[in-house]
């Protein structure tokens, strides 16, 4: 009888153990999907809202939605991927990148369509021109340090939201300098992008838009209004993702 009970508790302190190392997810952080093995429970005050299949994320004030873990039978899970950003598989004719990734660094990319796995690069490659997202093939690799986003380059290239002319104005330009600048810090939460000024008020700290410009390149813009909220015409609502595999994956 005191070996049953013993055992007992060995079990019982075992699924404690397990449920706290499951621990809580980050503000912004995944909380699930299919495929997903980390935590799942949002901090108080946040929901883990399902942006698609693969990717559920804890967003401020949300309503929680089950997570989904594991693929329907009749799913097949994406391949290729690490980092976060996964999404369901998607035919394309984008080419994968050839430039393996540095260690350290990280490829950023959308996961949410109609830029679904599109990546973070300069309109002209390599140059300071507009932050867009692009194909694969030319994906970028960058790093965040001292709330700096740095384009890794022979020349390190720096992310520059635009000024804020006045408060009608709810969506912000992001640009390449070769000049490092104060306009904003960018930080990681889990593998999201985030933004934040304290001169800015913005409703969700990883709520970004990709607007296309008249000749069809994704401009990234950061979103200072709600995500999928009032959306301006002609954009999407996209939130950004590093993405660590060896090479970017379409």
């Given at each position: ?62 309503a929680s939605a089950p997570a989904t873990t594991s693929a329907p039978a009749t799913t097949s899970a994406p391949t290729g991927s690490s980092g976060g950003g996964g999404g369901p598989s998607q035919t394309s004719t984008a080419s994968s990148g050839t430039t393996t990734l540095v260690p350290g660094n990280s490829f950023i ?142």
């Amino acid at each position: 009888m005191r070996a049953r009970t013993a055992n007992s508790l060995l079990f019982l302190s075992a699924g404690i153990t397990s449920a706290l190392a499951q621990g809580t997810a980050s503000q912004w952080g995944q909380c699930g999907g299919i495929g997903w093995t980390g935590p799942t429970v949002c901090p108080a005050g946040w929901g883990c809202s399902v942006v698609n299949p693969y990717y559920s994320q804890c967003l401020q004030g949300a309503a929680s939605a089950p997570a989904t873990t594991s693929a329907p039978a009749t799913t097949s899970a994406p391949t290729g991927s690490s980092g976060g950003g996964g999404g369901p598989s998607q035919t394309s004719t984008a080419s994968s990148g050839t430039t393996t990734l540095v260690p350290g660094n990280s490829f950023i990319r959308a996961a949410e369509d109609p830029n679904f796995h599109k990546y973070l690069q300069s309109e002209v490659l390599g140059t300071a021109s507009d932050a867009v997202l692009g194909d694969p093939s030319a994906a970028a690799q960058f790093v965040i340090t001292n709330g700096q986003l740095v384009q890794q380059l022979p020349t390190p290239l720096y992310a520059i939201v635009e000024p804020r002319a006045n408060s009608t104005v709810m969506k912000l330009k992001v640009t390449w300098s070769t000049t490092l600048a104060s306009s904003g810090t960018f930080s990681w939460s889990g593998d999201t992008v985030l933004w934040d000024n304290p001169s800015v008020p913005r409703q969700q700290n990883n709520a970004w838009l990709v607007c296309p410009d008249a000749n069809g390149n994704r401009d990234l813009y950061v979103n200072l209004g709600a995500y999928a909220y009032n959306t301006p015409a002609g954009c999407a609502d996209e939130t950004i993702h590093a993405y660590t595999g060896s090479t970017a994956t379409p």
